[in-house]
């Protein structure tokens, strides 16, 4: 079992919609919550960065963390064409450094 | 200007050869990275430097050997190719390490093919 897991899609949704996209891992001591995304054929880019449990909103991007559940979502509103890539959760430690750890990526399509 | 580049761009080689990628940063960052993302997109951290110095090494197979000549230059160095090697390399480079995670920003990546 990969210690963190995320649904691969593909996700397909039409443009204005809500996207939920969601991450669960299993070691407690991550604090630093990340979402990378992902252009075809392109190196990952930071979208949002959290750290510990609670909400950070970026434009029509929200990330949420929820440590107990040990769970955590980013949210699209208004979705359009050119948010379609792979959206990568990523999580560190306190005194970790910067080793990241991946989640496997969601692939998102939203559709004219 | 790009930021961090990566030569070269696609590698198409036969089993049992070597070959290098090169990384180059202008960033000004002391930490650098290789990461292997397979074809499920899993991205996985293999090494990664400060000042020239290594500082995470995971488990990777010794015909792999990265090398930093400056703290601007992580080039990675694959012996004796097998076809388990094909995927994408992607080279990043952040802050200097620290008790928090620094962003990491990454090359365009590197595609490797061993046939």
């Known amino acids: 079992q990969k210690e963190v897991e995320q649904d691969p899609g593909p996700l397909s949704v039409p443009e204005g919609a809500i996207v939920s996209l969601n991450c669960t891992y299993s070691?407690?001591?991550?604090?630093?919550f990340m979402w990378y995304r992902q252009y075809s054929r392109k190196g990952p880019e930071l979208l949002m960065y959290?750290?510990?449990?609670g909400n950070k909103e970026d434009g029509r991007f929200t990330a949420q963390v929820d440590k107990s559940s040990k769970y955590i979502s980013l949210f699209i509103r208004d979705s359009q064409p050119s948010d379609s890539a792979t959206y990568l959760c990523a999580m560190g430690l306190t005194g970790g450094g910067n080793k990241l750890t991946f989640g496997t990526g969601t692939q998102l399509k939203v559709e004219l | 200007d790009t930021a961090v580049s990566q030569t070269p761009k696609y590698l198409v080689t036969q089993m049992g050869n070597d070959k290098s990628i090169k990384c180059e940063q202008n960033l000004g960052h002391d930490t650098m990275y290789w990461y292997k993302q397979d074809s499920k997109k899993f991205l996985k951290i293999m090494f990664s430097?400060?000042?020239?110095?290594?500082?995470i090494n995971e488990t990777v197979p010794n015909r792999f050997s990265p090398k930093s000549p400056d703290k601007a230059h992580l080039n990675l160095h694959i012996n004796s190719l097998e076809l388990g090697d094909s995927a994408v390399y992607f080279c990043a480079s952040s802050q200097d390490v620290a008790a928090a995670p620094y962003e990491q920003y990454f090359g365009p990546g590197t595609r490797l093919t061993v046939t």
């Open positions: 070691n407690s001591a991550f604090q630093y």
């Open positions: 959290t750290y510990s449990s």
């Open positions: 430097y400060n000042n020239k110095e290594l500082i």
